[in-house]
């Protein structure tokens, strides 16, 4: 069988679409590969957003952000028709009753009022950490696979929550500390921690540790340091890491470290405390990876 990929006449894989005649026809000596061609796009035309939205047939593709994966139904609250002309009256109240009668519906049963408060939270803290869609996804299925295990029971909803957010920035490769968690959180550091474990144990999470070098940019973007200074202290880690220097020390203390020495390597001189608040670890901390890094790894730093 041809492959359709690939033009019969030349062997070109130069082929263009044109959608006016339906045909996909090659770039290099012209041949009509394929006409007639379905064109799987909406039979109408869009001029603008709204317009777009109000001849669309379909909704919001689903996502695991909402506890019924945005698969139920929902009545606008605005109270106009299907031309946009006001309702009122015997109507307008009508519509209230069954707009309430929908919210009830929608959450009918302790398991999903669970996982409606769940996911708000998760929103709530995502958007405050400014984190991307793809890390609240991530981090709404490990909280699904929990309640499906039953590792939440008896245990904190926003416990968990934070848990599976912190495991979801990790696994993402956006890491964050399990301060920054906290403090959007409504739970302690440790109860964080302890919700992790427990999490991780249930789940099966083989997560490796996190690496101080993807804190670099982050840390780099709060000091307001230069592309270059950030790449010196991404240099200076990966031959830490060569060397094993980094083992059994904490990542966030290694990247304000080197942060801190390529500042002074490159000329943007940054006091220690001020790498310190941006890291959320102590000017003792700072000093002492500060130390290890230039020792061991003989950098002579202008004084």
């Known amino acids: 069988m041809a492959d359709k990929n690939i033009c019969p006449v030349c062997g ?22 394929q006409q007639n061609v379905i064109d799987e796009g909406p039979e109408w035309r869009a001029f603008d957003p709204d317009q777009r939205t109000k001849r669309a047939r379909t909704g919001a593709p689903m996502t695991l952000m909402i506890h019924d994966k945005g698969l139920s139904t929902d009545i606008d ?12 009256g015997m109507y307008r109240t009508k519509m209230r009753r069954l707009r309430m009668w929908q919210r009830r519906m929608r959450i009918n049963d302790a398991a999903e009022r669970n996982l409606a408060f769940a996911l708000s939270e998760l929103d709530r803290m995502a958007a405050q950490m400014m984190l991307p869609r793809r890390v609240k996804e991530v981090a709404a299925s490990l909280y699904r ?6 590792l939440i029971r008896g245990r904190s909803i926003e416990g968990m ?45 083989n997560l490796r540790p996190t690496s101080p070098i993807e804190y670099i940019d982050r840390f780099g973007d709060s000091l307001d340091v230069s592309q270059r200074t950030k790449k010196r202290a991404k240099e200076i880690l990966q031959e830490a890491i060569k060397r094993g220097i980094t083992s059994g020390k904490g990542p966030t203390g290694l990247a304000a470290a080197a942060l801190y020495v390529a500042s002074l390597l490159e000329g943007e001189k940054k006091t220690q405390r001020e790498v310190a608040e941006v890291a959320h670890v102590t000017e003792v901390t700072v000093r002492n990876r500060y130390k290890e890094l230039v020792e061991k790894l003989g950098i002579n730093v202008p004084i």
């Open 12 to 33: 070109s894989d130069k082929l263009f679409y044109d959608p006016r005649r339906g045909e996909i026809v090659c770039s290099v000596c012209g041949y009509v590969v």
């Open 77 to 88: 609250w605005r109270d106009r028709d299907i031309h946009g002309n006001q309702i009122t």
């Open 145 to 150: 696979k929990a309640v499906m295990k039953k």
């Open 161 to 205: 929550v934070s848990a599976a957010l912190y495991a979801a920035c990790r696994m993402e490769g956006i890491p964050r500390t399990l301060d920054e968690i906290a403090a959007v959180s409504k739970v302690t550091k440790k109860e964080i921690g302890r919700s992790y474990r427990f999490l991780a144990r249930g789940l099966g999470l």
